[in-house]
């Protein structure tokens, strides 16, 4: 067993290839649901509407490198092609965490 755990085989001995095949069937064969793993949701996300207008979530990632002025073209661009229309965003807020730190943007567009 201590030959097992410390993996003290020679390479190309069949406990080798055995302890590598386990280590491939443990990668391949488990299930997702095991250790928990979720896929992440949309970085662009509809929100309910608000008096007529249409709000959107926007992750932060999607605007790290944009500067400031150019931010609310960007967002119209990325909603074109996520939802295949066009929107004026005509106001696009900046959402701050407990410590400063920019969480996302909000988007309030008009078609």
Do not use: C
């Not at 030959?3 to 990668?27: E, H, K, N, T």
């Not at 250790?35 to 949309?42: A, L, N, V």
């Not at 992750?59 to 944009?66: A, G, H, I, P, T």
Request: no cysteine; glycine share 6%.
């Amino acid at each position: 067993m201590k030959r097992f755990l410390l993996w003290d085989f020679p390479r190309a001995s069949w406990q080798y290839d055995l302890v590598v095949g386990l280590i491939l069937a443990f990668v391949f064969l488990t299930p997702r649901e095991f250790f928990r793993d979720q896929p992440r949701g949309s970085s662009l996300t509809r929100l309910p509407s608000e008096h007529g207008a249409n709000l959107f979530w926007v992750e932060r990632e999607l605007l790290e490198s944009v500067p400031e002025p150019q931010r609310a073209a960007k967002v119209e661009q990325l909603l074109k092609a996520r939802f295949g229309k066009r929107e004026s965003v005509f106001r696009l807020e900046t959402i701050l965490g407990d410590e400063r730190e920019i969480k996302g943007y909000m988007a309030f567009t008009k078609p």
